[in-house]
């Protein structure tokens, strides 16, 4: 079966634009998590949608937010680009969430500010 | 909150030695997962151990949890060049709540393998 498809896989945005991406999960997954990696960092997360609805969230500023249709396809949007938001954008897609339910990632897509 | 500490940051091992690379918790793992990655790419799952005790291998990598659910280690067996890349541990929240509260991740271990 098909696996996580995000896109795009590089983007190059200005600081103060904003920017989408999208993730599309395993046929039959409900749940999409999305993480931010950075060298300094690491991977955290973001926020977790399952059913069109976010469950969860990390500690992100409000400029970071995302969405989830039907289809169970999500995006997130970043507004108000800063430079400290280059960063491999990874989404995660899992049956149904939670403990113990695993999860798939897909290939990420990098963002970088300038 | 939660940390997961990996060790070593890094290591470089010649092709055909085993290895092994530890993840230790802050507070006791429910699910533990772990994941490679080649650099600016995705995660490709490894393993999943949720039970104390819990040894799982594939190839040849063997995974385990310890009795007391706090530390994680994968051993990797003659090592080969398809192994190098980016080992990370990440593990389930604490909280049994319901949804995915997020993994939390180790920071990874760098591994190279010498030719």
């Known amino acids: 079966k098909a696996g996580v498809t995000q896109t795009p896989r590089y983007l190059i945005k200005t600081r103060g634009q904003q920017v989408t991406l999208s993730c599309s999960p395993i046929s039959g997954h409900r749940s999409v998590s999305w993480y931010q990696q950075t060298p300094g960092q690491g991977l955290q997360f973001l926020f977790e949608?399952?059913?069109?609805?976010?469950?969860n969230k990390g500690n992100f500023p409000g400029r970071f937010s995302g969405r989830q249709f039907s289809n169970s396809r999500s995006e997130m949007n970043v507004s108000t680009l800063e430079l400290g938001d280059s960063a491999l954008y990874l989404c995660?897609?899992?049956?149904?969430?939670?403990?113990?339910?695993?999860?798939?990632f897909g290939s990420g897509t990098r963002l970088t500010v300038v | 909150s939660q940390e997961l500490e990996q060790s070593p940051q890094s290591l470089i091992v010649q092709e055909g030695k085993n290895l092994t690379i530890n993840c230790t918790s802050s507070k006791t793992l429910y699910g533990l997962y772990w994941y490679k990655q080649k650099y600016g790419e995705g995660l490709i799952f490894l393993m999943m151990?949720?039970?104390?005790?819990e040894e799982k291998s594939h190839e040849k990598i063997t995974a385990k949890l310890d009795e007391k659910k706090q530390q994680s280690s994968l051993h990797i067996t003659a090592s080969q060049p398809s192994h190098a890349g980016i080992y990370l541990c990440?593990?389930?929240?604490?909280?049994?709540?319901?949804?995915?509260?997020?993994?939390?991740f180790g920071k990874g271990t760098h591994l190279i393998i010498q030719p």
């Open positions: 151990l949720q039970k104390g005790g």
């Open positions: 949608y399952f059913s069109e609805t976010q469950r």
């Open positions: 990440g593990a389930d929240s604490p909280q049994s709540g319901g949804g995915a509260d997020g993994l939390t």
């Open positions: 995660a897609s899992s049956l149904v969430g939670g403990r113990n339910y695993g999860y798939t």
